[in-house]
């Protein structure tokens, strides 16, 4: 799953599409076992981050409008104790922002 972690209070947020965090519609259910590796290879200084748990918004977890397919994974911390944002840095998020911009 594509992935960017976000600015959070704890440091530890990531931001992906609603259908990786859950199966949305009529019989929505989380998915479990969330693992993000941040270059994709599992390689030093974070390797492999479990997720702990994971959160949709209703338009995607009730009636899987893909306007709304976004999800977000609090994860815990690596294995020297060091949370994903201090490590690689965050991305800033916007919603209802104009389309205008470059």
């Avoid at 992935?3 to 931001?15: D, L, R």
């Avoid at 993000?36 to 994971?54: S, V």
Wanted: charged share 15%; with cysteine.
């Amino acid at each position: 799953m594509f992935c960017a972690v976000v600015n959070s209070q704890h440091h530890n947020v990531v931001v992906t599409a609603g259908h990786c965090v859950m199966k949305g519609g009529a019989a929505p259910t989380y998915n479990t076992d969330f693992t993000f590796i941040p270059d994709g290879h599992g390689r030093a200084p974070l390797r492999r981050l479990e997720g702990r748990t994971g959160l949709v918004n209703q338009g995607w977890g009730v009636n899987a409008d893909i306007r709304y397919d976004y999800g977000f994974v609090d994860l815990l911390p690596n294995a020297q104790g060091k949370q994903v944002q201090d490590v690689v840095g965050a991305n800033g998020l916007e919603f209802d922002g104009p389309t205008t911009r470059p």
